[in-house]
């Protein structure tokens, strides 16, 4: 069992200092990091910070650029329809963040501008305590401890802090909070993300290259790769539900917009039944169908993995009249690529398109 370290932190300001000589070597050059000496534009580092949440750097580069192209700034971004928003998000995943995106950007607009202090950026939409402390620190020069992910591993290790996570996340913060240097707090910030994701990674973690490998308790236990600790996860949960596939007599496809709020809010569907703990009998679910058709069932089944639970959907099939459907719209195989329709919905099409080729 790990034990709390028994030395006392080594000197914030040493710590601060040796941080940032290093950045200022090894800083990686990223397409929403200003050049040293210039300020940072508060709409890129918010866009950027958003898109990055849960989301890797490599992911998030070719989407970033299409957006500022698009909305070079956050009363153009504010100007958008929610669906073009949505549909430039496609990829990205956890759908949410476009929507919080696209409302913050409202909001900014309203007020004339960002706020430039944590607890007025915490406020806006989409804006939790790790993307306001980033967004002060880098955007406007504020005292703010930025802990993310990188952040955490990089701090339990040279803490060697015992606590799993998320129940170390206090302490972590805490630590953060008191390396935190007044002068360059941004880039601190940028160099405590860089020194995780570069140096202090999650497996096998490169500590000969490290500016703080001599006093890292961690390294100097032998504990790098174990930390930091995280509790158990539990197993996800499984939900059910089932897809209608329904083609009209021009060869169009039935979908419809899921409610704003919830999972996947705002964004286009073929349309389903809710998805529930246990499974559909088939004429339970025709009943939920969004035309009165002759359906089939089409064999097999698509799965797809959301964050806090696995979702396994029967694809029902048939042809309709467009007069017959209750709502939704039909939209030509074609043009369903204009739509903003989530990385399930893809994989019904995909399968559902199959199923049709092979008849």
């Not at 607009?109 to 967004?135: Q, V």
């Amino acid at each position: 069992m790990l034990r709390a370290p028994s030395m006392l932190p080594p000197v914030a300001a040493s710590l601060s200092a040796s941080l940032l000589t290093w950045y200022d070597r090894h800083r990686r050059v990223l397409p929403w990091r200003t050049p040293p000496g210039e300020a940072a534009d508060p709409y890129r580092v918010w866009l950027s910070e958003i898109m990055l949440q849960q989301t890797t750097v490599a992911t998030v580069g070719p989407y970033y650029a299409r957006f500022l192209t698009r909305w070079p700034d956050v009363a153009a971004l504010a100007r958008a329809e929610l669906d073009d928003v949505l549909h430039a998000w496609q990829g990205l995943g956890y759908y949410a963040r476009a929507r919080n995106l696209h409302a913050c950007a409202r909001a900014v607009t309203r007020r004339g501008g960002f706020p430039s202090t944590e607890a007025e950026l915490a406020a806006l939409p989409g804006i939790g305590p790790y993307t306001a402390a980033a967004i002060a620190a880098i955007a406007f020069g504020c005292r703010a401890a930025a802990v993310d992910g990188n952040a955490e591993r990089a701090l339990a290790r040279l803490y060697a802090v015992p606590t799993p996570l998320p129940a170390a996340k206090p302490h972590l913060r805490a630590y953060a909070d008191a390396l935190v240097p007044a002068d360059r707090p941004g880039d601190f910030a940028q160099a405590l993300m860089d020194l995780g994701a570069t140096v202090c990674t999650p497996k096998k973690p490169r500590c000969d290259l490290c500016p703080w490998r001599d006093v890292c308790q961690a390294n100097a236990c032998g504990l790098a790769e174990a930390l930091p600790r995280r509790a158990a996860k539990p197993a996800k949960p499984r939900r059910h539900g089932v897809a209608f596939w329904t083609v009209n007599e021009a060869g169009a496809v039935l979908l419809r917009r899921r409610p704003e709020r919830g999972l996947l809010g705002g964004m286009m569907e073929v349309p389903s039944t809710d998805w529930r703990t246990r499974p559909w009998k088939d004429g339970e679910a025709k009943k939920a169908a969004p035309v009165k058709a002759r359906w089939r069932r089409l064999a097999g089944t698509v799965e797809h993995g959301f964050t806090h639970f696995d979702l396994e959907l029967v694809i029902f099939a048939a042809a309709a009249k467009s007069a017959t459907a209750r709502e939704g719209l039909w939209v030509l195989p074609s043009r369903l690529k204009d739509h903003a329709l989530p990385s399930v919905m893809k994989k019904v099409i995909a399968w559902a398109q199959n199923a049709d080729a092979a008849r």
